[in-house]
């Protein structure tokens, strides 16, 4: 095992403003070199010196090493960052030469990071690169407070992701999460409250400070002191934690009004949140050739449809028969995408000049369209939802009930569910799926591999076998869960369990000013 250095302290720990967002403060710091410019000569002329030196004293820290990860610290290391620490306690299998590039097979049965670290190192030796085999749950909060963003890969129970999310939320730290399914992918930002300067040119009007969205307003504004024709505005966009936007939340309501933007939701969210749900009762993903599972997924997928107020047409047998043959896969041009896109953002929070995500990103290789949700529950966002005294003991045990209680409902739907309906995913039927389970009104598709992953996939992708996800199992309560002020009181799961309305702009783009960021992209 190679542990972190002693001395190793927080990089830019002085530099976190009390709203929690990493603004850079390189007084202390020394400057970029001269051949430093020259190496990140074009980035610099892109997003400037001061952003440059930013990125250049920033701590990163990585969990897990998988597919994913691969791209992230690819792009975060030639980026230029100050220091990369990864942790990952598994070891390589033949499933992670599939689509790593940082390994081969003279790493099977070493550790994951160790036996990547080397690789990475290669790519800028410029980057300090720390590798710790320890397993994430087992971490102290105080142990998150070193990085100036935590990046939270293929964690397997999202349970364990809230735990994490609510260390990096005691010591205000930006998270992001991501994970790949096979040709499907998502980023969840929880920045709590992140400011970052746009320049522009004056207008006649007098910009107004105040809200613009729910979730951004304006902060300040100033001339820029070198052309007083162009001025500086500091902007504040808020975030939700994992526990809310993973599931509690619902669409925005500008979507909810339209029947038109709901029909191009895409129904992958449906699907993401349904598996969360599923590993988060059982630990262990559903099985694509166990019918039971099959029910039990089906269920929890059509209840997350309905919870978002989509139309059920949109949610069609092939659909999920597509994703549940892309679990436990993973496919290197998906991950490129995905891992490209949140080192793009994690660059652009660095560098505090552009618009970050906000807040979930659904990814969909068969329509190439990676698009952006903004999830939050009603009530307040930032540092004001987060009230620790109402993330307790009777918090995490009034979730554990609500978790039981689903359970039971969903099991009980899938013992009713018609058994054709079922079959009609295993053999490849392509109705819609209905709300009363009589979910297959289309024709089916003719007697095969109930879950032939090369023919889903296409020609030149393989799945990876399917890896134990049921080891890791649930944290021992470490942290309290985070929960929103007053949706948890004693063991009252009423609030908690149902979808809250509420929510700003989606469909907007990373790294743009987001004047209209209620608008879709179609």
């Known amino acids: 095992m190679v542990s972190l250095p002693s001395s190793t302290q927080p990089v830019m720990a002085d530099q976190a403003q009390s709203n929690g967002s990493v603004v850079g403060n390189n007084s202390s710091k020394v400057g970029i070199s001269a051949d430093e410019i020259a ?138 999460a991501a994970s790949s399914v096979g040709f499907y992918g998502f980023i969840f930002a929880d920045l709590i409250e992140h400011d970052f300067i746009i320049e522009r040119a004056k207008s006649n009007l007098a910009t107004k400070l105040g809200p613009e969205t729910r979730t951004r307003s304006v902060v300040a504004v100033s001339p820029k002191p070198d052309n007083p024709a162009q001025e500086l505005v500091t902007k504040r966009e808020l975030y939700s934690t994992w526990l809310l936007a993973s599931d509690l939340a619902s669409l925005p309501p500008d979507i909810l009004k339209s029947p038109r933007r709901r029909k191009i939701v895409t129904p992958i969210l449906s699907c993401l949140r349904a598996l969360w749900e599923y590993l988060t009762l059982y630990e262990t993903p559903p099985d694509p050739n166990n019918r039971a599972a099959i029910a039990q997924f089906t269920v929890m997928c059509t209840e997350k449809h309905k919870a978002l107020g989509l139309p059920v047409e949109t949610l069609k047998s092939d659909i999920l028969r597509s994703f549940l043959q892309n679990i436990n896969a993973e496919i290197a041009p998906v991950t490129a995408v995905v891992g490209g896109q949140l080192a793009q953002d994690v660059i652009n929070v660095l560098g505090a000049t552009q618009q970050p995500i906000q807040n979930f990103v659904i990814f969909d290789g068969n329509s190439m369209e990676a698009q952006v949700y903004t999830l939050h529950p009603e009530g307040p966002l930032g540092k004001a939802l987060f009230n620790e005294a109402s993330s307790g003991v009777d918090a995490a045990a009034a979730v554990a009930n609500a978790v039981d209680a689903a359970a039971a409902a969903a099991a009980a739907a899938a013992a009713q569910m018609d058994s054709s309906a079922v079959a009609a995913i295993m053999a490849g039927g392509l109705g819609p799926v209905m709300p009363d389970m009589n979910m297959f009104t289309g024709g089916g598709g003719g007697a095969a591999d109930p879950m032939d992953i090369n023919g889903a996939m296409g020609s030149g992708f393989a799945a990876a076998p399917g890896v134990d996800l049921g080891a890791a199992g649930f944290p021992q309560q470490p942290l309290p869960l985070l929960v929103p002020n007053g949706t948890v009181t004693g063991t009252d799961v009423t609030a908690a369990a149902a979808p809250v309305s509420g929510g700003g702009g989606t469909g907007s783009t990373p790294g743009q000013d987001q004047q209209h960021q209620g608008q879709q992209q179609s």
Do not use: C
Not at 41 to 50: A, E, N, S, T
Not at 128 to 149: A, L
């Open 39 to 176: 190496l990140y000569d074009r980035q610099i002329r892109l997003w400037g010196m001061k952003a440059q030196e930013r990125i250049r004293n920033a701590n990163i820290l990585l969990i897990t090493m998988k597919a994913l990860a691969n791209e992230i610290a690819k792009n975060l290391v030639l980026a230029g960052i100050g220091s990369l620490t990864i942790v990952d306690h598994e070891v390589v299998t033949e499933p992670d030469l599939g689509a790593q590039f940082f390994l081969n097979s003279s790493h099977l049965g070493l550790n994951r990071a160790e036996a990547a670290s080397s690789a990475i190192q290669r790519l800028n030796p410029r980057v300090k690169i720390h590798v710790s085999t320890s397993d994430i749950r087992n971490e102290s909060p105080s142990f998150f407070s070193q990085f100036d963003i935590i990046i939270a890969t293929d964690i397997d129970s999202p349970q364990t992701l809230n735990v994490i999310n609510t260390a990096t939320r005691l010591n205000s730290r930006p998270l992001y």
